[in-house]
Structures are given as structure tokens and as C-alpha cells.
């Protein structure tokens, strides 16, 4: 049996935060010339980080090792902590956040249950960016947790006092059911006035997990590091499809396609439309002629440029 037809799930690939954080550092290099820095990789996909390094963008790990005093310099989509600021203020440096206008809620909530004397409870993943700059707001109140198991050895001094806050990127049913548990063991637990989990988040799983009912395998596009794009492939699995995370059409093994005669494709948040093109093309070389859009909803969320490149943009134009 070979493969007889492609759905692409839509929304896929870029989100607004994406295309806000990429477009900050293009811009940034029109406006500034090279080297633009760029603290940790814009956004989570070798793909575009690749096609910046090219244009001239440098991308290092920490500021204070790599960045020359005074320099042009980007925060990624993932958010900073205050140290960060900080650090930057303290070398001169020209900074541009290009932090997703979601994930400065997020920073906002933590901001705000702090002042109020709340421990916060986190919902994430250790190591991720996101997470250390948000835990870096209130580093003394807030404590992690992956999952449900944490949540039973969840010890707190003052139940009474208790709020939560989720990374923007996660599993929105595995993340329901950890609020739900803190709530049970919690019950005076507050949280954000609205999810946290972004829009983009939301409703590229809400496409997969329909779009995988109808196909024997699903193929993801995005990096390994992309926290989005791993949840997708954690869906479409649990919704009775194989699937797979590649970052481009060369990592397509001929041995997924055994027996598989309907194959979905997404993409996470920071994956570009090529990458998709590029894959629906390797299986219209394979006489697959049947390609259509599984459509589940419409976007149409735009963030405006971070104010230092708007201003910039403005005075070059004068």
C-alpha cells in the first residue's frame, strides 16, 4: 500500500510571537548593519537560526561572555530575567526584547502574586528558557512542576496562599489535568484571570489531535529543542496516529511509510511555511496527488514590532 493522501493541518508554523522575534532581528541588521547579537537561539528552530547566522546575526549563550560592550543586542521570544536586565544595563549594552507579548503576561502574573505574598506554582519543563527567565522574576516564590507526580510531593508552607502559572508551550490536556490535581490537593489555589497556554499553542493541538483520527501517520516539522513542536507529535500519538518530529524533509525515513496510506502534516510555532512546502513536495515526487488543508480554525493574531526597532524604523525613515 504506498501513500495516497497528505492533510496539512491548519493553523501550523509561525505564530505571531515567531514572526515578531524574527522579524526584530531582520529588521535589527537592516537598520544596525552586522553583527546583531542575539542571547540564546530567537527562536527554537536551526532552520531560521541558521538563515540569520548567514545575514549576520551572532547568537551566544550568555552576555557577559560573548558580547562586546555597547552592542546591538536581541533578547530571544523566550523572555529574560530581571539579572539579565540587569547585566545588560550594567555593559552598555543597545538591547532589543523581542520576549513574546504572551510570555510577558506570564512574567507579569509571577510579577504580581509575588507582590502579593503568594507562593506561585509553575507548570514547565526545568531547563527550558522560558521557564528560567519567568522563575527569574521571583526566583525565592516560585517552585517547579513537570507533572502530576510532582504536584503529590507538592509541600507548601501556607496552602492559603497559593497561586499557579503554566509555561505558554505545553501539553494542554497533560497541563489541565496537573491544574486539576492542584486544585484538588489546593483548593484555595488561584491562577491566571486567563490560560496561559498561548492561542498558537492551543489551537495547532486542537488541529493535530483532529487532523491524527483520520491519518495512519503524522509528521511534525520543528527542532528537537522546540518545547511546541514535541507536544504536537505527543498528541497526534495519543489520537491514534505514528508520528514523527523532523526538521525537514531530508529526515524522512521510507520505513514510517510502511502500510501508511493517509499522512498528516504540521509544524510547530517557530518552523517556517519552506519547510512544509519542501516536505509536500518529496511526496508529490513519490506520485502523491492528493494534498488538501485540514482546517480547523483561522488566525489572524499580529503583535507590533518591540517599540526600540519601531522608533529606529521610524527615524531612518525620516
Known sequence: MAVEKLLLAAPRGYCAGVDRAVQTVERALEL?????????????????????RER?????DELRDEIPEGAITVFSAHGVSPTVHADADRRGLRTIDATC????????????????????????????????????????????????????????????????????????????????????RFPAITGPRTD?????????????????EKCDLVLVIGSKNSSNSV????????HGAAAHLIDNACELQDAWLDGV?????????????????????SFRDRGVEDVSEFEVMREDVRFMLPKAIRQAMSAAEA
Open 32 to 52: 544596525y548593519g552586522a553583527p546583531v547579537y542575539v542571547r540564546k537561539e530567537i527562536v527554537h528552530n536551526k532552520h531560521v537560526v541558521a538563515q540569520l
Open 56 to 60: 549576520g546575526a551572532v547568537f551566544v
Open 101 to 184: 507579548p504572551l510570555v510577558t503576561k506570564v512574567h507579569r502574573e509571577a510579577i504580581k502574586f509575588a507582590s502579593e505574598g503568594y507562593t506561585i506554582v509553575l507548570i514547565g519543563h526545568a531547563g527550558h528558557e522560558e521557564v528560567e527567565g519567568t522563575m527569574g522574576e521571583a526566583p525565592d516564590r516560585i517552585v517547579l512542576v513537570e507533572t502530576e507526580a510532582d504536584v503529590e510531593a507538592l509541600e507548601v508552607d501556607d496552602p492559603e496562599k497559593l497561586a499557579y502559572i503554566s509555561q505558554t508551550t505545553l501539553s494542554v490536556d497533560e497541563t489541565r489535568n496537573i491544574i486539576n490535581r492542584l486544585r484538588e
Open 196 to 212: 496561559d497556554i498561548c492561542y498558537a499553542t492551543t489551537n495547532r493541538q486542537s488541529a493535530v489531535k483532529q487532523m491524527a
Open 231 to 238: 507536544r504536537l507529535v505527543q498528541v497526534a500519538r495519543e
Open 261 to 281: 496510506r493517509v499522512v498528516g502534516i504540521s509544524s510547530g510555532a517557530s518552523a517556517p511555511e519552506e519547510l512544509v512546502g519542501a516536505l509536500v513536495q
